[in-house]
């Protein structure tokens, strides 16, 4: 027998499990807490709702309510929780129940594009899926990072809270940068636990990336 799709146990009750293993009061605002965060609010993007940002993996929105508070931008989110999705509902955050391969949002209309911690859960067999909805939906000149696991070479444990499903390390940004309109602006790297600076144990690491979408300019 095959295992299920991580997706469809997600989507079927590990997404709701999740948020309420993990729900808290507090918006992310700490910069130790969400290496992303600061790195998103430098990025020259234009003030005001024709520029639009969606998380995927959202969750109950923290990072987007967080984004929401210091600019006036048209925030979206994409979590499989229908429960992390009506949280962030009530925090203002519009969101949708939804995963990575199969984004609700029209193509080229997204000027920021965040992968929020989830790429790592999703089924292998779907990153090229996953990249291609990114692509589509992005515009031509536009913003993507990735909050995640970061390893040079694939590896996966076995998560914590459910039999058979895996957690992954790899090299997420690559799949974006083979292509010529991508180009890595931003890495950082650290740690995943307290205190968060950098060690050198490559298993632990968790990287905050920025990729820029650029339109072909001619010769
Ligand atoms: C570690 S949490 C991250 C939540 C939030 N973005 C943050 O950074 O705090 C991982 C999230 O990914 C979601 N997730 C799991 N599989 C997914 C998939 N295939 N597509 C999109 N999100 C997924 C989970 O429901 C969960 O909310």
Redesign the pocket.
């Known amino acids: 027998m095959t295992n299920p799709l991580?997706?469809d146990v997600?989507l079927s009750g590990e997404?709701d499990a999740?948020?309420q293993r993990n729900r808290r009061n507090q918006p992310?605002a700490d910069t130790a807490e969400d290496p992303l965060l600061p790195l998103l609010l430098e990025l020259p993007l234009e003030a005001g709702s024709g520029t639009s940002v969606v998380?995927?993996?959202?969750?109950q929105g923290?990072?987007l309510q967080s984004l929401a508070n210091q600019r006036d931008w048209a925030i979206s989110g994409?979590?499989?929780?229908a429960q992390?999705v009506a949280a962030a509902e009530q925090l203002g955050v519009d969101a949708r129940v939804g995963?990575?391969?199969s984004l609700p949002y029209s193509d080229r209309s997204v000027d920021l594009l965040v992968f929020?911690?989830?790429l790592y859960?999703?089924d292998r067999d779907h990153l090229f899926q996953i990249a291609a909805e990114a692509h589509r939906v992005l515009k031509p000149e536009s913003w993507l990072a990735i909050?995640d696991f970061w390893s040079p070479y694939q590896r996966s444990n076995p998560y914590h809270h459910k039999i058979g499903i895996l957690s992954f390390k790899s090299n997420l940004p690559a799949m974006f940068l083979w292509h010529p309109e991508y180009v890595i602006t931003d890495h950082k790297l650290r740690h995943h636990t307290p205190p968060y600076c950098h060690t050198d144990s490559a298993d632990d690491w968790v990287a905050a990336t920025v990729i820029r979408r650029s339109a072909i300019s001619p010769l």
């Open positions: 991580q997706r997600f997404g999740w948020f992310l998380e995927v993996g959202c969750g923290l990072r994409v979590d499989p929780s992390a995963t990575a391969d929020g911690f989830c859960l999703c909050l």
